[in-house]
């Protein structure tokens, strides 16, 4: 068995399983999105409620149950959703959210727990010796998602503190490789200089591959114009130096500018290169190095007996 990584870096909410964690923070500024509740709130106030305050207290009470109802959907499909009111903002995101300046001195440490807790729980039900790959504690993942939060002095790339439940400003990644942290920085730089790319855009997976080939996707919320896209993304593909191309997607729609739209990764095994096929929104393994010595592993415990040790029981899953 292979342990890939230490949990130091999955950047993104679209996680199964999230669940609704609710609390009121103050914020120093406030976003420019409205509420995620497509339903106008309808609901009458009562007839001995008399008053304006009286009304208006009854209407936000029943807009923010709308919008709490909207929110736990939205919560469940893995979603970060938002209910403004006044000078605060409640937030609901997934668990899990990882630190963003990770200590690569408890590398070690956190890799050698990690092993403890494997083993105890498979316990005695996996008799084979256990090989651990230790990843590179920093600049190792090939492929991030961060959200794009629109605020008064333009888009900015953000997660969202799974503590504190604030929104947290990322001009830098440690645990990304070197051409994604580029493109991070470059990225919000051509969605500011260009309405046509900034417009509704909400979610970015930026993607790199050893050679230093890279792709940037941005995902809208609204239908994507290719008349009004495809020129500002090609302008932004070239400028950004993403050979791979700059990728829009809506629903239903992917709209490539710039590049093929793909990226290539190239392992090598036993003398013979094998490429992998990578893009935006498909899963695959994010650690290039920990995904060529997991191919060595495999390719090494199938080959036929002695040289090799026999069957082999795979349980990854991705490309």
């Given at each position: 068995?292979?342990?890939c990584?230490?949990?130091?870096?999955?950047?993104?909410?679209?996680?199964?399983g999230?669940?609704?964690?609710?609390?009121?923070?103050?914020?120093?500024?406030?976003?420019?999105?409205?509420?995620?509740?497509?339903?106008?709130?309808?609901?009458?106030?009562?007839?001995?409620?008399?008053?304006?305050?009286?009304?208006?207290?009854?209407?936000?009470?029943?807009?923010?149950?709308?919008?709490?109802?909207?929110?736990?959907?939205?919560?469940?499909?893995?979603?970060?959703?938002?209910?403004?009111?006044?000078?605060?903002?409640?937030?609901?995101?997934?668990?899990?959210?990882?630190?963003?300046?990770?200590?690569?001195?408890?590398?070690?440490?956190?890799?050698?727990?990690?092993?403890?807790?494997?083993?105890?729980?498979?316990?005695?039900?996996?008799?084979?010796?256990?090989?651990?790959?230790?990843?590179?504690?920093?600049?190792?993942?090939?492929k991030?998602?961060?959200?794009?939060?629109?605020?008064?002095?333009?888009?900015?790339?953000?997660?969202?503190?799974?503590?504190?439940?604030?929104?947290?400003?990322?001009?830098?990644?440690?645990?990304?490789?070197?051409?994604?942290?580029?493109?991070?920085?470059?990225?919000?730089?051509?969605?500011?200089?260009?309405?046509?790319?900034?417009?509704?855009?909400?979610?970015?997976?930026?993607?790199?591959?050893?050679?230093?080939?890279?792709?940037?996707?941005?995902?809208?919320?609204?239908?994507?114009?290719?008349?009004?896209?495809?020129?500002?993304?090609?302008v932004?593909?070239?400028?950004?130096?993403?050979?791979?191309?700059?990728?829009?997607?809506?629903?239903?729609?992917?709209?490539?500018a710039?590049?093929?739209?793909?990226?290539?990764?190239k392992?090598?095994?036993?003398?013979?290169?094998?490429?992998?096929?990578?893009?935006?929104?498909?899963?695959?393994?994010?650690?290039?190095?920990?995904?060529?010595?997991?191919?060595?592993?495999?390719?090494?415990?199938?080959?036929?007996?002695?040289?090799?040790?026999?069957?082999?029981?795979?349980?990854?899953?991705?490309?």
């Amino acid at each position: 068995m292979g342990a890939c990584c230490v949990p130091t870096g999955v950047i993104g909410f679209r996680g199964q399983g999230a669940t609704l964690v609710a609390s009121h923070v103050a914020t120093p500024r406030q976003p420019t999105s409205r509420c995620p509740s497509r339903r106008p709130c309808t609901r009458r106030p009562p007839a001995e409620s008399s008053g304006i305050g009286g009304a208006r207290r009854l209407a936000m009470a029943s807009a923010l149950a709308t919008c709490a109802r909207s929110a736990a959907r939205s919560s469940k499909r893995g979603r970060v959703v938002e209910v403004r009111r006044g000078s605060g903002v409640t937030l609901a995101a997934p668990p899990g959210t990882s630190l963003l300046d990770p200590d690569p001195a408890k590398y070690q440490e956190l890799l050698h727990a990690k092993v403890k807790r494997v083993k105890a729980t498979l316990k005695d039900r996996v008799r084979v010796p256990m090989d651990v790959i230790p990843s590179e504690p920093l600049r190792h993942r090939m492929k991030v998602t961060f959200a794009i939060r629109h605020y008064e002095d333009g888009p900015h790339i953000v997660v969202c503190d799974n503590i504190t439940r604030q929104w947290i400003d990322v001009e830098q990644y440690p645990c990304a490789c070197e051409p994604v942290q580029k493109l991070m920085s470059g990225l919000i730089e051509v969605l500011r200089e260009f309405p046509e790319l900034k417009r509704k855009a909400w979610l970015t997976e930026l993607l790199a591959n050893s050679a230093g080939d890279a792709l940037a996707c941005v995902m809208y919320k609204e239908p994507i114009c290719e008349e009004e896209f495809v020129p500002a993304a090609q302008v932004a593909a070239e400028r950004l130096g993403v050979s791979a191309g700059f990728v829009g997607r809506s629903k239903r729609k992917r709209v490539v500018a710039g590049g093929p739209g793909i990226l290539v990764q190239k392992h090598e095994v036993d003398g013979k290169v094998y490429p992998q096929i990578h893009q935006e929104h498909v899963f695959s393994q994010s650690n290039a190095r920990i995904c060529a010595e997991m191919l060595r592993w495999t390719a090494a415990r199938t080959r036929p007996p002695p040289a090799g040790q026999g069957d082999l029981l795979e349980l990854y899953c991705g490309t």
